[in-house]
């Protein structure tokens, strides 16, 4: 629907989804969950289901360089800082 309206609009537009964004200030969610029952017993995990499910996660620090980026792209104004 996003690229139906840009395109009828005239403009540019970026969708960004970040399932699981982690940091220094995290207070919720599945890895809050998972540090704070370490906390309390470090010699004790439980595992879900069959052990193989997989997840991705992001640093909040790489989702924010990400953001700018698809924004600078976005607006035509790429430019790298490195």
């Given at each position: 629907m996003l690229h139906a309206y840009a395109k009828l609009y005239g403009f540019r537009a970026v969708a960004l989804r970040y399932a699981n964004v982690v940091g220094p200030?995290?207070?919720h969610g599945v890895?809050?969950?998972l540090?704070?029952?370490l906390r309390k017993n470090p010699h004790e995990l439980g595992i879900l289901g069959d052990g193989k499910q997989v997840r991705s996660y992001i640093?909040?620090?790489d989702a924010v360089e990400a953001t700018l980026l698809a924004w600078r792209k976005a607006a035509g104004a790429y430019?790298?800082?490195k």
């Amino acid at each position: 629907m996003l690229h139906a309206y840009a395109k009828l609009y005239g403009f540019r537009a970026v969708a960004l989804r970040y399932a699981n964004v982690v940091g220094p200030r995290l207070r919720h969610g599945v890895v809050w969950a998972l540090i704070k029952k370490l906390r309390k017993n470090p010699h004790e995990l439980g595992i879900l289901g069959d052990g193989k499910q997989v997840r991705s996660y992001i640093y909040i620090d790489d989702a924010v360089e990400a953001t700018l980026l698809a924004w600078r792209k976005a607006a035509g104004a790429y430019a790298p800082e490195k």
